[in-house]
């Protein structure tokens, strides 16, 4: 049982970096495997980066070299840095926790999520 709360979501003109944090809150975020997904109208909610609880990165095949995820235990905050922004990447931006600590982009492991936060690349 853990909360998570997104932030960082604005508009952001098409080329330039945004960086999203996850705070969390309730649990012993240290021992969670995090992970970033992503939703648009009328699409499923989809994988986008993560990083386990021993510290290892994942990404979308189509994330990387763009994306980054990283994690700071002792501000219990999960963060994903995004640069070269393209107008696809418009989506609400959710976080996720589980407690699987080989985890990666399945939905299915992951049983605590936040609320989302809205991601405008103009272009």
């Known amino acids: 049982q853990v909360q998570l709360v997104e932030s960082g979501g604005g508009l952001v003109q098409a080329g330039g970096p945004l960086r999203l944090s996850c705070a969390a809150s309730?649990?012993?975020?240290?021992?969670?495997?995090m992970a970033w997904f992503r939703q648009v109208p009328e699409k499923e909610r989809e994988f986008v980066a993560g990083?386990?609880?021993?510290?290892?990165?994942f990404y979308a095949d189509s994330m990387k070299g763009r994306f980054t995820s990283s994690r700071d235990n002792a501000k219990n905050t999960l963060y994903l840095q995004m640069n070269s922004l393209k107008f696809e990447d418009t989506a609400v931006y959710y976080c996720?926790?589980?407690?699987?600590?080989?985890?990666?982009?399945?939905?299915?492991?992951?049983?605590?999520w936040g609320r989302g936060t809205q991601v405008t690349v103009s272009s």
């Open positions: 996720a926790a589980t407690r699987s600590a080989g985890a990666g982009g399945m939905r299915r492991l992951y049983d605590n």
């Open positions: 990083i386990r609880s021993g510290g290892t990165t």
């Open positions: 309730g649990g012993t975020f240290s021992g969670y495997s």
